[in-house]
């Protein structure tokens, strides 16, 4: 079975300070890993995803992530945060060798940017 | 491509009566999910379709709930008799076939208050 901790329901940082969004998963089988975002009342996008390929993995607005099997870890970050940034933050886990199965969320992150 | 089409995207209805919430996926995307948000529960799949057909509807919560997909550019998700722990946002998504690593796209969402 499946499963994605995301270890903090909420997170503060200041404008242009670094962001870090953690992820751990619990996988059977080789995962692919996503990063969705949902800004107020809108649709959640994909920011990113993993896939197998380089371990290290960068998305839009700045974003990357670090595929860590060791960990079995996904951590979201971003050098600088931006105001536009402030919205809630998906980990997601798929499980290629169970497609039948769609995609197992994390119960999500709240990134709140201060001025 | 227009994405993901919901509607509608604003639901109020008194309980007990029906409703009636459709989705249009991307075209040439042959598999399709819908799911339910809430703050107690987080984003919950309910059901998804395989080619029109339903795959896994395990998370649909009881009878009262019902899907369809009559072809590849339309699904539908019903609610009979509903009621006000129905209220919550539905979303519609949907891949291609590139199996569990194929990234979903999400419809902007239809929140249904049941009163």
């Known amino acids: 079975a499946q499963s994605v901790t995301q270890l903090d329901s909420h997170v503060s940082v200041s404008e242009g300070t670094p962001v870090l969004l953690r992820c751990n998963y619990s996988s059977s089988y080789s995962p692919s890993l996503f990063w969705y975002v949902q800004h107020p009342n809108k649709g959640l996008q994909l920011l990113l995803k993993?896939?197998?390929?380089?371990?290290l993995v960068k998305g839009i607005n700045g974003f990357e992530a670090e595929f860590k099997k060791s960990e079995t870890s996904f951590h979201l970050t971003k050098p600088s945060a931006h105001m536009s940034d402030a919205a809630e933050y998906f980990c997601?886990?798929?499980?290629?060798?169970?497609?039948?199965?769609?995609?197992?969320f994390g119960s999500g992150t709240r990134l709140q940017v201060q001025p | 491509d227009a994405g993901v089409i919901q509607s509608p995207r604003h639901e109020v209805t008194e309980m007990g009566q029906e409703v009636t919430l459709r989705c249009k996926p991307i075209s040439g995307h042959n598999s399709l999910f819908w799911y339910r948000q809430t703050m107690m529960r987080g984003l919950e799949l309910l059901i998804y379709f395989n080619n029109n057909v339903p795959i896994d509807d395990s998370g649909m919560p009881e009878d009262r709930f019902s899907a369809k997909m009559p072809n590849a550019s339309f699904s539908t998700l019903k609610i009979q008799p509903s009621e006000p722990r129905d209220s919550a946002v539905y979303f519609c998504a949907s891949r291609t076939s590139g199996g569990a690593s194929a990234e979903q796209y999400f419809g902007p969402g239809t929140r249904l208050t049941v009163t």
């Open positions: 997601v886990v798929s499980d290629r060798d169970t497609g039948r199965r769609a995609l197992t």
């Open positions: 993993y896939t197998s390929a380089a371990t």
